[in-house]
Structures are given as C-alpha cells and as structure tokens.
C-alpha cells in the first residue's frame, strides 16, 4: 500500500546513475523530495515523463526542492539513459533487491517485476504531502506535480 498523505515517508538508501548513494532521509531539514517512480529507462512513456521534467526542471527541483527518479533498473543503463537524455538530475537503481523501495512504496508489480508509475512529494520533515499512484502504460498528469510543488513552497 502507497504511504499515505500526512504519513512519513519510508526512508531508503538506493545507487544514482553515478553508482553514488543517495538517501531519502539524508534531505530532512533542508529540502522537500519530489520521488517519482517509473517502469523502465529508454521506454516511449517513461522517457517522455523525464523529458518534461528535464525541460522544465525549475518547476520540479529549486533551492527547496529535490527530484529524485528510481526505477529497478540497474545503474549503468541509468547512466547511459541520463547522458542519452541530458538529464540532470539524479535517477535511482532499485535493482537489488530488485523493486524493495518500489515494494515500501506500494508501487511494485512482484507478476511483472517493475515499479507503477508512482509519485510522492516529501516535505522537509520527511511527511507524504502528495501522492499519486498510476497504472502500467497512463502518463501522469504532470501538473498536479507542479501544483503540489509549488502549494508546499507557499
């Protein structure tokens, strides 16, 4: 089950597209998360997601705001997808144990081994403030992202 708005957000220590730790909780005090969940890197959906981001990354990450990417793909297809796209923010492995964050999220499909399309907004004290969960093969409305974004920074 998808962690609930007003609940804290499960906390997780996951590798980037530069086989660097990154760590959800390492952010509290200082900056809100955006975590955005997607199936796979180089699919037509997912890359068109992440492009939209890229091309309006002021929208989704600031001075208050981090984006966090995770699939369960594994770091160096997160790399080369990342310099493919030109994207500049940080796209997170969940390949091992494969879908472990997805699962703590309520976003892993454990019959076809992917993460749903999921997306939660952490404030700084590390509680859900939005929360959406998409099935396999919708894009997201992405201004719903935007408008949580900037209704926290109000």
Known sequence: MAPAVGTEAPDFTLKDQNNQEVTLSSFRGERAV???F???AFSGICTGELCAVRDDLSSY???DVQILAVSVDHPF???AWSEDQGYEF???ADFWPHGSVAEK???FNSEKGFALRGTFLVDKDGIVRFAEVNGPGEAREQ???KKAVSELAA
Request: net charge negative; hydrophobic share 45%.
């Open 77 to 79: 297809t997160l790399k």
């Open 34 to 36: 955006l975590v955005v």
């Open 38 to 40: 997607y199936p796979f």
């Open 143 to 145: 201004e719903g992202w």
């Open 105 to 107: 999220y309520g976003v």
């Open 90 to 92: 940080p796209l997170l």
């Open 61 to 63: 990450q600031n001075d």
